[in-house]
């Protein structure tokens, strides 16, 4: 099956700053990739996803890029705020859509 | 639109009871719902999917006679987890995939219940 690797499994930033979060994915089959936030006792919320025949995505502060040949995909945030704070999740999905998930990485904000 | 709710919240049973978790599609038909366990601080491991109107796939290391799964409708999916013990207290969400394609987002994306917390004393 699909093996996801996330890095780092934790990130300090100083507000303002931008975070970066990185995956790299094993098969290469594999063609949907979202990234979640977590925070503490809830649901994973969906914050920017991309599929396989994108290079890369931005939302507002939230950006992700895709290497298919590298196998690997990153997350930007920039302008970070304490409300960034969280556990984040990328993920990888073949075609039949279950996902595989990374380790997680605890990202805190320092104001 | 795409709301998926859970329930219970969160349970307390006694070991050796069985619990039984609904996952609910609210606005949507869901013909595939994933049932998922996270760890304190550690990540979601997909448990099995559940499909409707047939018998759930389950992930390799998980066993489908203590979590029975059923997806009797295209917005219901149940969790039972048979004679509990303490190391199945865990954080169980249920996902839904819009086959529809109706979300905001992409054709693939899931949508998260908010989870139900297990503890089993």
């Known amino acids: 099956g699909e093996n996801v690797e996330q890095h780092p499994s934790t990130l300090s930033v100083q507000e303002g700053d931008s975070a970066v979060i990185k995956c790299t994915y094993s098969d290469s089959a594999s063609n949907y990739f979202p990234w979640y936030k977590q925070e503490l006792g809830k649901r994973p919320q969906l914050i920017i996803d991309i599929r396989s025949n994108v290079g890369e995505k931005k939302d507002q502060r939230i950006a992700v890029t895709l290497n298919k040949t590298a196998k690997h995909f990153s997350l930007h945030i920039t302008e970070t705020q304490p409300e960034d704070s969280a556990v984040y999740f990328c993920?990888?999905?073949?075609?039949?859509?279950?996902?595989?998930f990374g380790a997680g990485t605890t990202v805190t904000v320092r104001a | 639109g795409a709301v998926v709710s859970q329930h219970p919240s969160w349970v307390i049973c006694k070991s050796g009871t069985s619990v039984k978790i609904e996952c609910r599609s609210l606005?949507?038909?869901?013909?595939?719902m994933f049932w998922y366990r996270q760890f304190p601080k550690q990540s979601l491991m997909l448990m099995a999917t559940?499909?409707?109107?047939?018998?759930?796939?389950?992930e390799q290391g998980v066993e489908k006679d203590k979590f029975l799964i059923n997806h009797a409708s295209l917005t219901l999916s149940t969790l039972t987890v048979t004679s509990a013990h303490p190391e199945d207290s865990s954080f169980y969400i249920c996902?839904?995939?819009?086959?529809?394609?109706?979300?905001?987002?992409?054709?693939?994306?899931?949508?998260f219940g908010p989870g139900t917390r297990l503890t089993v004393l």
């Open positions: 559940s499909n409707e109107g047939s018998k759930a796939t389950y």
């Open positions: 996902s839904a995939r819009d086959f529809a394609g109706a979300g905001t987002s992409s054709y693939n994306e899931q949508f």
């Open positions: 993920a990888a999905s073949l075609g039949d859509y279950k996902l595989s």
């Open positions: 606005d949507f038909q869901a013909t595939t």
